[in-house]
């Protein structure tokens, strides 16, 4: 089992159990040196300044875009996009390539199960558009059976939109086949990789998905970084997202010409010492070791979820298995609101998350208006899990109910 609960400052000497990193993961020490070193050392506008700490400072970010794009598998630097978050990639692609590319009469599916963050943009851009927007419906385990994925894409598909990994389920989603699928009718495939870039190891000529977006805090990384990929060929025929200062290659009092990729995409001043601490957290996690990583998490899934299991007002949604859930344990207790739950936990300082995890849709598929979810990640031990089960086999006679 990894022991690396003294690399995180935060977990330090406390006696909180955190078990909510599907929302934001904690830093290590080494993501927070790297960004004080970057604001200590070199900080200065970069990819603009003639002078040394303004070249030190570009240097830096045009390193960490290597890393992103080693990390995904991308085949050029210039195909990672730097953004703020999943939310912010996702967005781009909306605002950009469907705007410029939907028509009425194309179709975006979506899956049921998506994150706000993958629905919302798609449903301004139909509604932009004139495009329809069309649901890949999942079974309540949240599986997508192969004859309800195909005969969901159809002549009219112009976009397939499908998170790689549910924020409620944890399992790994058919990405691949998604997206021979979306192929097969020439349309193009997004992945939201917000939840699977922490757990698995992501390669994208594999996937063979055309967008792939994912959010630094997920993965130890700082907040307020995140990428999105594309080929080349791709991000070259799309328009900009936001204008502004960096990203032009000229501009007259009427109009404007834009930068190479990926400064097109990236107007203003960049989140410089963010991409950096990105860079760190992912060379963390490499020498951590995914597979060690997940060895490690399901170890502890399986753990939680036995245990959850054998309590009978417990019900846990997905996956009977461990190895099917990245982490994720959402579940609901017999009589007991989910707020409820969260907020006895956090009485024994416990932190778990309560609501409908901006996944109102597949709320309302499950027929539940809100869930708990606990998460799990390379910092947690059995302890953690042992209290987080301890606090709750507790609850329902602590809500004046009966075992
Ligand atoms: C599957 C999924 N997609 C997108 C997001 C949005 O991420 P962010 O808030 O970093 O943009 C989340 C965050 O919880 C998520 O779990």
Same mark, same amino acid.
């Given at each position: 089992?990894?022991?690396?609960?003294?690399?995180?400052?935060? #977990?330090?000497?406390?006696?909180?159990?955190?078990?909510?990193?599907?929302?934001?993961?904690?830093? &290590?020490? /080494?993501?927070?040196?790297?960004?004080?070193?970057?604001?200590? %050392?070199?900080?200065?506008?970069? #990819?603009?300044?003639?002078? @040394?700490?303004?070249?030190?400072?570009?240097?830096?970010?045009?390193?960490?875009?290597?890393?992103?794009?080693?990390?995904?598998?991308?085949?050029?630097?210039?195909?990672?996009?730097? !953004?703020?978050?999943?939310?912010?990639?996702?967005?781009?692609?909306?605002?950009?390539?469907?705007?410029?590319?939907?028509?009425?009469?194309?179709?975006?599916?979506?899956?049921? +199960?998506?994150?706000?963050?993958?629905?919302?943009?798609?449903? *301004?851009? /139909?509604? $932009?558009?004139?495009? %329809?927007? $069309?649901?890949?419906?999942?079974?309540?385990?949240?599986?997508?059976?192969?004859?309800?994925?195909?005969?969901?894409?159809?002549?009219?598909?112009? *976009?397939?939109?499908? =998170?790689?990994?549910?924020?409620?389920? =944890?399992?790994?989603?058919?990405?691949?086949? +998604?997206?021979?699928?979306?192929?097969?009718?020439?349309?193009?495939?997004? /992945?939201?990789?917000?939840?699977?870039?922490?757990?698995?190891?992501?390669?994208?000529?594999? #996937?063979?998905?055309?967008? #792939?977006?994912?959010?630094?805090?997920?993965? /130890?990384?700082?907040?307020?970084?995140?990428?999105?990929?594309?080929?080349?060929?791709?991000?070259?025929?799309?328009? &900009?997202?936001? $204008?502004?200062?960096?990203?032009?290659?000229?501009?007259?009092?009427?109009? @404007?010409?834009?930068?190479?990729?990926?400064?097109?995409?990236?107007? =203003?001043?960049?989140?410089?010492?963010?991409?950096?601490?990105?860079?760190?957290?992912?060379?963390?996690?490499?020498?951590?070791?995914?597979?060690?990583?997940?060895?490690?998490?399901?170890? *502890?899934?399986?753990?939680?979820?036995?245990?959850?299991?054998?309590? &009978?007002?417990?019900?846990?949604?997905?996956?009977?298995?461990?190895?099917?859930?990245?982490?994720? *344990? %959402?579940? !609901?207790?017999?009589?007991?609101?989910?707020?409820?739950?969260?907020?006895?936990?956090?009485?024994?300082?416990?932190?778990?998350?309560?609501?409908?995890?901006?996944?109102?849709?597949?709320?309302?598929?499950?027929?539940?208006?809100? %869930?708990?979810?606990?998460?799990?990640?390379?910092?947690?031990?059995?302890?953690?899990?042992?209290?987080?089960?301890?606090?709750?086999?507790?609850?329902?006679? $602590?809500? =004046?109910?009966?075992?």
């Amino acid at each position: 089992m990894l022991d690396l609960r003294n690399d995180f400052p935060i #977990l330090r000497g406390t006696d909180v159990v955190y078990l909510d990193s599907a929302a934001t993961a904690q830093r &290590p020490a /080494c993501v927070i040196e790297a960004e004080r070193v970057f604001n200590d %050392t070199h900080n200065a506008n970069p #990819l603009r300044g003639l002078y @040394a700490w303004s070249m030190e400072a570009t240097d830096a970010y045009e390193h960490a875009r290597q890393t992103v794009a080693d990390f995904v598998g991308a085949k050029h630097a210039e195909e990672i996009v730097f !953004t703020r978050n999943t939310t912010e990639g996702l967005n781009l692609i909306a605002y950009t390539w469907a705007m410029a590319n939907l028509k009425p009469g194309d179709e975006v599916l979506v899956t049921v +199960m998506e994150h706000h963050s993958n629905l919302l943009p798609w449903q *301004l851009a /139909c509604e $932009r558009t004139g495009a %329809t927007l $069309r649901f890949l419906e999942c079974t309540r385990d949240g599986l997508f059976p192969e004859e309800a994925m195909r005969a969901a894409v159809t002549e009219r598909t112009r *976009l397939v939109c499908m =998170g790689h990994v549910s924020n409620v389920y =944890g399992r790994v989603n058919p990405v691949e086949r +998604m997206a021979e699928l979306a192929h097969s009718v020439g349309a193009l495939m997004v /992945c939201d990789a917000a939840q699977s870039a922490p757990h698995i190891p992501l390669d994208v000529q594999k #996937l063979g998905v055309d967008f #792939l977006v994912f959010s630094g805090h997920k993965l /130890c990384g700082p907040m307020g970084i995140g990428a999105l990929w594309a080929r080349l060929e791709l991000l070259e025929a799309m328009p &900009p997202f936001l $204008r502004g200062g960096e990203m032009i290659e000229y501009v007259t009092r009427e109009r @404007a010409t834009w930068a190479e990729v990926p400064h097109k995409f990236e107007a =203003g001043t960049v989140n410089a010492a963010g991409a950096v601490g990105l860079e760190a957290a992912i060379h963390y996690l490499q020498a951590a070791g995914l597979d060690a990583v997940e060895a490690h998490v399901n170890a *502890l899934t399986d753990r939680a979820l036995k245990a959850m299991q054998a309590m &009978p007002h417990i019900h846990v949604i997905g996956s009977d298995r461990a190895e099917e859930h990245s982490g994720i *344990l %959402t579940f !609901t207790v017999d009589d007991v609101h989910p707020h409820d739950i969260a907020a006895i936990l956090d009485s024994d300082k416990v932190c778990i998350r309560a609501g409908h995890h901006c996944a109102q849709p597949l709320m309302k598929h499950l027929g539940v208006g809100s %869930t708990a979810r606990a998460s799990i990640y390379l910092y947690n031990n059995t302890e953690d899990v042992d209290r987080f089960l301890d606090s709750l086999s507790s609850l329902r006679s $602590r809500m =004046g109910y009966g075992e």
